[in-house]
């Protein structure tokens, strides 16, 4: 069995299981993904949203940008980016990010138990490129601000509470968030060519307004073993973060992040990869490389976000590439599961399970048009396997 069957599995509204000793492999690494048959079958013709899909699954439009949500008053922002699901009652919320600057911020659509569009509203304004982020256990939304010195903001995903920019998470190019409910810790990624990978520690687990936040530390190679240090000024100001920690290890251009099992997969956009971090014995390796794969040509480029289904899978969204979704399975196979025909001036965007996992939601950031004012936000459905 390879060994991501025992770490891969995604956690869906509930905390995740430490399996602890039975994970650790030692410095034995399994291979990147490789190409091979999907668990869903060949993508069929475009439907009439201009989305190839395996047989079985359908898609239908949530909302555009510039225009009104469904039946509601609410106008949707702008290149939507980063998204999650939260359970509500009976029904759910998908939250989404806006990558514009100035104004960005985070809108939410509400849906009833049946799927029907019931309420869509602002989380939160004014802030800058807001590009991905990542849910917490405790149901709030971690919008990140993709700019130098950008900021974390806790936001509530009801609409009750007020946002809350978290200082102690520091100030970077931010990209996504990860929460680890095990270990009590916030991992992050960072949007710049020489970047780090940091973790969060909560003084207190759910409250994020103090705290410690450290470095990943490894060698040069694509697998390893690491170690955590110590950040000694969040704030990025004279000396920016990544420069602070001597043996920091780099990461060309960090993307979405995901954590389920005692491992976090996150994405590097500038060499088309995703790493995975064994948190059980603090090693990492490569899940996918674009480089590597065989045979034939690599089905999966521009590796953006990413997120994961109950059945262990991995669900990495392109910017650009084919304008796909690709699957990584537990054992290590990588091809498309959609594909978006008729948008190559878009990148797909705030792949999120509904609470369920029987809805799958991401976005086209630039649409059709190609413009930030042309996003579109979509809903697909079917035999998701569990």
């Known amino acids: 069995m390879e060994r991501r069957n025992f770490l891969r599995g995604a956690v869906i509204g509930t905390s995740a299981a430490a399996f602890g000793g039975t994970l650790m492999r030692g410095a034995a690494y399994a291979a990147p993904a490789q190409n091979g048959p999907g668990p869903y079958g060949a993508l069929g013709a475009a439907d009439a949203n201009g989305i190839q899909l395996p047989s079985g699954f359908s898609s239908r439009v949530i909302a555009r940008s510039s225009q009104k949500v469904g039946s509601t008053s609410y106008i949707w922002h702008s290149a939507p980016d980063g998204g999650a699901c939260f359970a509500d009652g009976t029904g759910w919320i998908y939250v989404s990010n806006s990558e514009i600057n100035p104004s960005g911020g985070v809108s939410a659509v509400k849906f009833n138990s049946s799927g029907t569009v019931t309420d869509a509203y602002r989380i939160l304004s004014n802030t800058r490129q807001n590009c991905a982020g990542g849910a917490t256990p405790w149901n709030t939304w971690l919008s990140c601000e993709e700019v130098s010195l950008g900021y974390v903001y806790e936001t509530d995903p ?5 946002a809350i920019r978290r200082d102690a998470m520091g100030k970077f190019k931010h990209e996504a968030a990860a929460s680890d409910p095990v ?3 916030i991992y992050l990624t960072e949007d710049e060519s020489d970047g780090c990978f940091y973790r969060f520690i909560p003084t207190t ?4 307004s103090s705290g410690t936040l450290q470095v990943l530390k490894a060698g040069t190679a694509t697998s390893g073993s690491f170690t955590w240090a110590t950040v000694p000024d969040p704030d990025g100001a004279p ?3 990544r420069r602070q920690v001597s043996g920091a290890k780099r990461f060309n251009g960090g ?3 995901h954590y389920a099992n005692d491992t976090i997969w996150f994405t590097t956009k500038g060499d088309n990869r995703v790493w995975q971090v ?4 603090s090693t990492y390796e490569l899940a996918y490389d674009d480089s590597l794969v065989s045979p034939g040509t690599a089905p999966l480029t521009g590796v953006d976000n990413v997120t994961g289904s109950s059945s262990g899978d991995l669900f990495v969204a392109e910017d650009g590439g084919n304008m796909e979704i690709c699957i990584i399975t537990p054992d290590d196979i990588v091809t ?3 594909r978006i025909v008729g948008q190559a001036s878009s990148e797909i965007t705030g792949p999120a399970f509904s609470p369920d996992g029987t809805r799958l939601y991401f976005s086209s950031q630039r649409g059709t048009s190609g413009s930030s004012s042309g ?6 459905t079917g035999p998701f396997r569990k």
């Open 375 to 380: 996003g579109i936000t979509y809903e697909v």
């Open 278 to 281: 064994n948190l059980a014995n």
């Open 205 to 208: 687990w759910g409250d994020l």
């Open 183 to 185: 270990r009590k810790v």
């Open 239 to 241: 000396t920016l973060t």
């Open 336 to 338: 498309p599961f959609l």
């Open 158 to 162: 009801y609409g009750v509470n007020a």
């Open 255 to 257: 993307e979405g992040c």
